[in-house]
């Protein structure tokens, strides 16, 4: 099975068939996708200028949707690197049980689904890095009660999630499962009580 390496060498690789090219992309996604595949697909296409269906996308366009996704993959990698060491440094310590952080990071360990959006057409519009910078920095900060991508307020609990955890709470703004950790006890309290409002 080839990696995400060898598959961005063919969507660049101008030598293949642009149906390859395109088919390459689409499994760099089933080794990296902070949105979910489906979401992430259609993200790297809206922002790079190509329609989903497309099957003959311009080669140039297909290759600025892998730069977009490489570089947000180097920006996860490198916070993975350094969730490691901690890791190590607690466990040298003598802090072997993990925290609300560490369990939220098993769930998303190589990068998929980090900021999940259940429904594929909603989704931040800023550059994956970028989402993924805002992400990591509010897991090293103290809980929040808003968005830690888009800053939104407005979060609703919702269920049935097609992720690991099945439930959690969205922003209604950007479309992501916000990771719990991120959010004060209140603003985890208010977005079960938006879940409620909306099913009554």
Not at 40 to 51: E, K, M, N, P, V
Not at 73 to 91: G, H, M, N, P, S
Not at 154 to 165: G, T, V
Request: proline residues 8%; aromatic residues 8%; neutral net charge.
């Amino acid at each position: 099975m080839a990696g995400f390496r060898s598959l961005a060498r063919q969507v660049r690789d101008p030598r293949c068939d642009l149906a390859l090219r395109r088919y390459s992309l689409r499994k760099c996604l089933e080794r990296f996708a902070p949105y979910g595949h489906r979401a992430t697909w259609d993200h790297l296409c809206s922002r790079a200028g190509f329609g989903p269906e497309d099957r003959s996308p311009d080669p140039a366009r297909l290759v600025a949707a892998l730069d977009e996704l490489e570089e947000a993959r180097a920006v996860w990698l490198a916070y993975e690197v350094e969730f490691a060491e901690r890791r190590k440094k607690e466990k040298h310590d003598g802090l072997r049980r993990p925290g609300t952080v560490d369990d939220w990071h098993r769930l998303t360990w190589g990068g998929f689904g980090v900021a999940w959006c259940d429904d594929p057409a909603v989704h931040p519009r800023e550059p994956l890095a970028e989402v993924l910078r805002r992400l990591i920095a509010a897991l090293e900060r103290a809980p929040g009660s808003t968005c830690p991508v888009c800053g939104g307020e407005q979060l609703a609990w919702k269920y049935d999630l097609d992720h690991e955890p099945s439930a959690g709470p969205v922003c209604t703004d950007c479309g992501i499962l916000v990771p719990r950790p991120v959010l004060t006890p209140d603003a985890l309290a208010d977005a079960r009580r938006a879940r409620l409002l909306v099913s009554a």
